[in-house]
DNA sequence: GGATATTATAGGATTAGTCATATATAATAT
DNA sequence: ATATTATATATGACTAATCCTATAATATCC
């Protein structure tokens, strides 16, 4: 499971509490892997009894006690091992594509309605990575290196080029349907 | 729940079982849709449950008997209700990435590495992809019109675009970072 | 003769992820 | 005065998906 050597490799930058990595998931990574607060949560608690990481509470006065979790030894060699282990290829489920494998039964401005809806869904997206650049400036912190920042941004890049082509796709698609090339029913 | 839809969208082509759809699946949408053998028997059963599909015993002598399932009226409504909503949204998580935005702590040659494999493995599903043409041919008979064929490509064309631009930029990241782009630790 | 593949359906167990809700305090906005 | 937002953690219920195994007949390969 992913969820848990992500949140290692964030604990390997510094200590940190589940109420901390859900912000930090979600000005960061959220664009490739969103992270449900109940399940960071859980994900903790599983971390800890496996000997990855360890908690301490740390009291506060005007608000409520933060359970800080710190990496152990044995976090980083698991981080360490993850990370030269290649993943279970996964083909991740597209649900835009399967409403347009079974398209053909509507009309033509039906057809390009679908498509005009996942475009402009990638330009929102487009437009939210522009962002992140700003958003990342704020946890450059956490960056032991700008080697570690450079990986960061490459998964930015990797975001935005991914859905550039993609949009590139469906305006090819809405040109060529509005041109008359979308077969009869 | 998407599987619903795609079970649906393949029986208003024509009666099919369990069997057959599997073989379906995985001859033609696999590359954004895969299903999993025991998920298509259980879905048909929560279709029928649900009456938006009919079953049939159809029996053979030498062979299991087969359930056939055809398509309700019902089912045809549902289907078309779907069709025209467009999906949540949904970020799908992405392994690779998650392993590049934390590769910061490796050395450049096991990056690299990183990126080769992945490099591999998009080489090998653009590989995939163009057998798709001659397996689809097998199934045109589904195909009610040039129109479904027209979308069924359409979604290949989708995946091999992705599939082209995610392999475009792994291969500039490699030659970056061979470039001395990537940080010192 | 024995092993494996094909056709055909089904259920148990488990995991990952989602959604809703609960609890508690303090600060801020309207 | 009231409502909302931020800080902080946690559990219950559920769905989707995956993996494994079982069953049963026939056909084919070595």
Redesign the interface.
């Known amino acids: 499971m ?1 969820l848990e ?2 949140i290692l ?1 964030f604990l ?1 930058y510094k200590p940190l509490s589940g109420y901390d990595l859900k912000r930090i998931f979600d000005t ?7 992270a449900d607060q109940s399940q960071i949560y859980r994900t903790l608690t599983r971390l800890t009894e496996r000997g990855w990481a360890e908690m301490e509470i740390v009291e506060q006065s005007d608000r409520p006690d933060r359970k800080v979790y710190h990496i152990t030894a044995a976090g980083r060699e698991a ?2 091992r ?3 282990t ?21 009309s033509d401005d ?2 390009v309605a ?1 498509f005009e ?1 996942a475009a402009e ?1 990638v330009r929102g997206v487009l437009k939210l990575y522009e962002r992140i650049p700003q958003q990342v400036e704020a946890y450059r912190e956490y ?10 941004m ?2 930015l ?3 935005f ?2 859905a ?3 949009l ?2 469906l305006e090819d ?1 809405i040109r060529r349907i509005k041109n008359g ?5």
């Open positions: 992913s050597y992500a490799g390997n960061s990574v959220q664009h490739f892997w969103p981080l360490h993850w990370l030269l290649p993943p279970h290829p996964h083909i991740p489920r597209n649900a835009d594509l399967i409403q347009v494998f079974f398209a053909g039964q509507l039906e057809i679908i809806r869904r960056m032991e290196s700008p080697r570690e920042f450079f990986c960061w490459l998964t890049e990797a975001g080029k991914s550039q082509a993609n590139n796709w698609v090339e979308m077969p009869e029913r």
